[in-house]
């Protein structure tokens, strides 16, 4: 875990710092004496804007510090963490922070005559700290593993403060031991070492070395010897009591019988029944019990976290890490573009732009010139996950505008192929129709004639159908709707039990908040028509004033013709105002034949009305499959995936998804 991270003026100036334990100033001013004062790192260690990696790590007494400059701003960045800590991230950290905070902050700091700047830095830090920290999941130890020291090396260690005088030898005592009774103890009265400061990322007790008992220094007292003994002979008696009274024999166990509803039927009172839920006094905990447990149990996100509110009051989704992966990329095209090599270093597109070194500038480019880096360009699309259809179509496009097109002198043929590429996948991804959900609601619910809105959600099986729809009814909660979800997959067990868990927590959540925003649930059981319950549930929206019924379906294959045919019935009767449908980020080539069945699927003049991507968060770079869909469907996306909390839905950033796609 990262200590302390300033970033600071070379007049000694700091814009801004993030403390996370307590780190002494002469730390940093050690660095700053020897690398940037002395120059100890060689004379122009300090003087060139490198990355992180480049500048050797400094090191002060019991902490690590990594360094990096602006030289042009006069900036400097530190990272200060304890040597005992491996961070592998801390230099990927130094350059994503340097890069953001020049661009947010850089026209300030070059203004003349500037004396104060107002850093509100702290959200784009967390969000690179929690986005880097994820790639490792902890820190391990850079050196010998740390040694407990008993008490007496603690003392001697006290001592050592008033006089000169170096502290004996501690004695190496086993970090863990388990006494007689199967108890975990620690040797020796205390551990002077690990204290109440210890960091959270610090090595666990597994890790620490233990020498043999009889070793140096270990030898314990023996008063302690007799004492563990004589544990030793009371636990003996304590587990021959366990052992009679495990012996004893066992009452047989008792029948349950069941009634016609096929509910538990018992007689006896004092038999219990079949929810073995209890509360810590041991007494049973009712069904409402449960909810406020769990209820409370649930985790509140701030709104700024996943969205943000409009001058007009209402609530809209961010784009996924638009804001801080637009100025990371950015700085990275400004970089690629100015260095000496062409290409993309270590990715399927070098390759391509290396097909093409003997093309000079200033040719008028043919098919045959093109053949074999569109080709490569078709090969990086599918390793992104993109459909084979979708990818030798895409290709097309840019070979046909590309062919006949004259080079510029200074301008690489990968710059061209990329800057076409771009254009047709932005050209794919763009919607041609408005997304703003929450505006055709309003017209729907606030109209002359004001009824529910109606919003369902199919898909395959398995794609989180329902957590989607949860997801986008805690959205509707934030914008104060009150919200109907309706159970209308009768089908896979345990599916009405599932929306009702979402309808307890969304509603625990709703509750928190001032304001009209509620949700219910509406079920009829197993085994009913659905297009009947989703009709009823619309109806009983209207007569409760429910502004908006969200509809889960049961999941189908979309190559099962007879299961596929009711999705018809159920838009004839439900009447959805959009039908969403939720394909995963994992699917493959699939995918264009599952858009293209399920659009097919509901009669003549309806379709889906958008797609909704999950598990986005599962597949890194390899978004190729909302291409796919919207490709095959010309459909837009209109919510992403993110995670399993009910705040991970974010919109799509078009941008975003084209910069994945070309890497």
């Keep these: 875990m990262l200590d302390t991270f300033e970033i600071l003026t070379t007049s000694g100036v700091v814009l801004w710092s993030k403390t996370y334990a307590p780190v002494s100033p002469s730390v940093i001013n050690s660095l700053i004496t020897n690398i940037f004062i002395e120059e100890r790192a060689g004379p122009r260690a300090a003087l060139v804007d490198v990355s992180a990696t480049s500048n050797p790590p400094y090191k002060k007494d019991k902490y690590t510090l990594k360094w990096t400059t602006a030289k042009d701003l006069g900036l400097i960045f530190v990272a ?293 880096p569109i080709k490569g360009m078709e090969e990086h699309l599918l390793k992104k996950n993109v459909a084979q259809e979708a990818a030798a179509t895409l290709c097309a496009s840019v070979e046909k505008s590309l062919i006949g097109v004259k080079t510029g002198s200074f301008q690489t043929i990968d710059h061209t192929i990329r800057t076409a590429m771009e254009t047709s996948l932005r050209r794919t991804l763009t919607p041609t129709s408005s997304l703003d959900l929450l505006r055709t609601i309003s017209s729907v619910t606030t109209g002359t004639t004001p009824r529910p809105y109606v919003i369902s959600i199919v898909g395959v099986n398995g794609v989180g159908k329902s957590t989607s729809l949860s997801k986008i009814a805690y959205f509707l909660l934030q914008n104060q709707h009150s919200v109907l979800l309706a159970a209308c997959d009768t089908f896979r067990s345990g599916a009405v039990e599932q929306l009702r868990v979402h309808a307890r927590n969304l509603s625990a959540l709703a509750s928190r908040e001032p304001g009209p925003a509620h949700v219910e649930l509406f079920e009829r059981g197993y085994g009913k028509d659905a297009a009947a319950i989703a009709r009823d549930a619309v109806a009983h929206a209207a007569a409760n004033g429910f502004s908006i019924v969200l509809i889960d379906t049961a999941g189908r294959r979309h190559n099962d013709a007879r299961l596929m045919s009711g999705l018809e019935k159920f838009a004839r009767m439900a009447r959805p105002d959009k039908i969403l449908m939720v394909g995963e980020a994992l699917v493959g080539s699939d995918s264009v034949q599952q858009a293209r069945n399920f659009n097919a699927a509901f009669g003549a003049g309806r379709s889906l009305d958008g797609f909704i991507i999950s598990k986005c968060d599962t597949v890194g770079e390899m978004v190729g499959a909302l291409v796919s869909m919207v490709f095959a469907t010309g459909i837009p996306v209109l919510f992403l995936g993110t995670g399993q909390h009910y705040s991970d839905l974010r919109t799509l950033n078009v941008a975003w998804a084209v910069g994945l796609l070309m890497t």
């Design 80 to 372: 200060v963490y304890q040597s005992l800590l491996h961070l592998s991230w801390i230099d990927k950290l130094l350059d994503n922070i340097r890069i953001i905070f020049i661009d947010l902050y850089g026209d300030q700091l070059k203004k003349p005559n500037t004396s104060i700047v107002e850093c509100q830095f702290d959200g784009y830090f967390d969000q690179q700290i929690k986005q880097l920290e994820s790639t490792q999941t902890g820190p391990v130890s850079s050196g010998a593993p740390p040694l407990l020291v008993t008490e007496d090396a603690a003392s001697a260690s006290d001592v050592d403060s008033a006089d000169d005088e170096p502290p004996p030898l501690p004695g190496i005592v086993r970090a863990q031991s388990t006494d007689p009774a199967g108890n975990a103890r620690v040797e020796g009265a205390r551990a002077a070492v690990v204290s109440e400061t210890s960091r959270s990322g610090s090595p666990t007790v597994s890790h620490l070395l233990a020498a043999p008992k009889n070793g140096p220094g270990g030898r314990s007292s023996r008063r302690a010897r007799k004492a563990a003994q004589h544990s030793a002979h009371a636990s003996s008696g304590e587990d021959s009591e366990a052992r009679k009274v495990t012996n004893k024999k066992q009452a047989p166990k008792k029948g349950r019988k069941w009634d016609a509803d096929g509910m538990m039927d018992s007689v006896d009172p004092e038999e219990p029944g079949l929810d073995y839920s209890a509360k810590a006094n041991g007494t049973a905990a009712s069904g409402a019990n449960n909810d406020e447990i769990a209820a409370a149990a649930q985790e509140t996100v701030p709104a700024e976290v996943w969205g943000k509110k409009t001058n007009r009051g209402e609530f809209i989704l961010r784009d996924l890490n638009d804001e801080v992966d637009s100025i990371l990329s950015s700085a990275e095209a400004k970089k690629r573009d100015g260095g000496a090599p062409s290409g993309i270093v270590g990715s399927s597109l070098g390759a391509i732009g290396g097909l093409f070194r003997n093309v000079v500038g200033g040719k008028t480019l043919t098919k045959e010139d093109l053949a074999k």
